[in-house]
């Protein structure tokens, strides 16, 4: 089975500060894209980034950033300039392998808290 | 657009009780998705439907059951509840097969209890 792993179960980080967050994951997929969601506390869950693993740059969103090594299975997530809207629980999401990119698997989940 | 719905929002039920999980989406997805999220185990998926038609298991499919009415719509069925199905519920849809870059987009969840 293909596993996701999400190293950091609670993180804090200072308002204005740069905070990064880790996933390895493990799948058997050629071509594939990886996510990460994040799950403020109203429950919904909202795209914060993708990475497409053929590309060699890493993606960002204004200010969140992969740092992606393909190589490795690592795809963390660094949020620059942390807002206390950014308080939520972070997921990283890899496709389930086996023909199985119609199936995502996540971490369990990294809780991140910006203080003021 | 509305995107994902589901209903309802809450539920509580006994053992034994029997729900049905309603699930629809608007943005005239293929795929539709049901997971189950609790405390320290992120999303497990229940069951998915490629297409109008299909069905199948995903990692945690005991005790459960599925319909893909149609195109928009995903129903989740428990026919017996017992108090291991409390969890929240999130439905989740997704544009095409085949296309790697899309995402799932998710409803608004249901918190289940089973007393």
């Known amino acids: 089975a293909q596993t996701v792993t999400q190293s950091q179960p609670e993180m804090s980080v200072q308002e204005a500060e740069t905070v990064t967050l880790s996933c390895t994951y493990d799948?058997?997929?050629?071509?594939?894209?990886l996510f990460w969601y994040k799950q403020p506390p109203s429950r919904q869950m909202i795209l914060v980034i993708r990475?497409?693993?053929?590309?060699?740059q890493n993606a960002t969103e204004n200010r969140f950033s992969v740092n992606f090594q393909k190589a490795a299975k690592s795809f963390s997530l660094k949020i620059s300039d942390s807002q206390l809207g950014d308080t939520a629980m972070y997921f990283c999401a890899s496709p389930a392998g086996q023909g199985g990119s119609e199936k995502l698997v996540f971490g369990k989940g990294t809780k991140l808290t910006v203080n003021p | 657009n509305a995107g994902v719905t589901q209903t309802p929002k809450f539920q509580v039920l006994k053992t034994g009780q029997s729900m049905t999980l309603q699930c629809a989406q608007d943005?005239?997805?293929?795929?539709m998705y049901w997971y189950r999220q609790d405390p320290g185990m992120g999303l497990r998926l229940i069951y998915y439907s490629a297409s109008e038609g299909t069905t199948d298991k995903g990692e945690v499919p005991n005790g459960y059951n599925v319909s893909r009415l149609n195109k928009r719509e995903f129903s989740l069925r428990l026919e017996s509840a017992a108090p291991s199905q409390t969890s929240v519920y999130f439905c989740a849809s997704r544009k095409a097969r085949g296309h790697h870059e899309d995402e799932q987009f998710f409803g608004p969840g249901t918190r289940l209890t089973v007393l």
């Open positions: 990475q497409e693993a053929y590309k060699q």
């Open positions: 799948t058997s997929e050629n071509n594939y894209y």
């Open positions: 943005m005239n997805h293929n795929s």
